[in-house]
């Protein structure tokens, strides 16, 4: 597997809060074997809830008790830099993300600072429900597998710059993925 195939494995390990041993991954040669695999180890919900929506809901509720500012601040196009403070950033991006439940911060390319203006609150909510899926999810079982699906097409889209693929192509000779 190439350096591209394990970055991608990463992002998933990441987004569901699990490992995938080498030898597993080895075998996960495409798409649907790779939703399966997942499936079966988080799998078994009916129920489809929308992560994102989950995400913003947590947001909000944590930059409320955070910044002591109304519900009616947060808004999915809410740009961040209109609710926190410059001059307290990584504090205040620390205690959100810990009232989140979310092993990552959400997004505001925090990590690159200097500022960037015109991220949204929003913004923030889809990229933690791609990339930190587990945290919004109650474990083991709750997963439906259109969930995982949707996840891995945003995961394959970000990591491996793929669009259009199909359940059976495989990651290597199909997809060109190293």
């Known amino acids: 597997m190439g350096l591209d195939g394990l ?14 041993p080498d030898a597993d991954a080895v075998e996960l040669n495409t798409p649907g074997k790779f939703i399966d695999y997942i499936y079966e180890r988080l799998g078994d919900g009916e129920s489809v809830m929308c992560l994102e929506q989950v995400a913003f809901y947590r947001l909000r509720k944590a930059g409320t008790e955070v910044l002591s500012l109304p519900r009616e601040s947060f808004k999915p196009d809410t740009k961040w830099s209109e609710v926190l403070d410059r001059r307290r950033i990584r504090q205040q991006l620390s205690l959100i993300q ?22 949204t609150i929003g913004e923030s909510a889809r990229e933690l429900a791609s990339h930190s899926a587990h945290s919004f999810k109650e474990g083991p079982g709750s997963w439906a597998r259109s969930e995982i699906k949707e996840i891995i097409n945003t995961l394959m889209a970000e990591e491996l710059r793929l669009t259009e693929w199909e359940e059976n192509d495989r990651f290597h000779q199909d997809l060109g993925v190293d």
Request: net charge neutral; no cysteine.
């Open 7 to 20: 970055e991608f494995v990463i992002a998933a390990e990441n987004a569901f809060g699990i490992s995938i």
């Open 98 to 119: 810990a009232r989140i439940g979310s092993s990552r911060r959400p997004t505001l390319a925090w990590e690159r600072l200097p500022w960037v203006e015109g991220t």
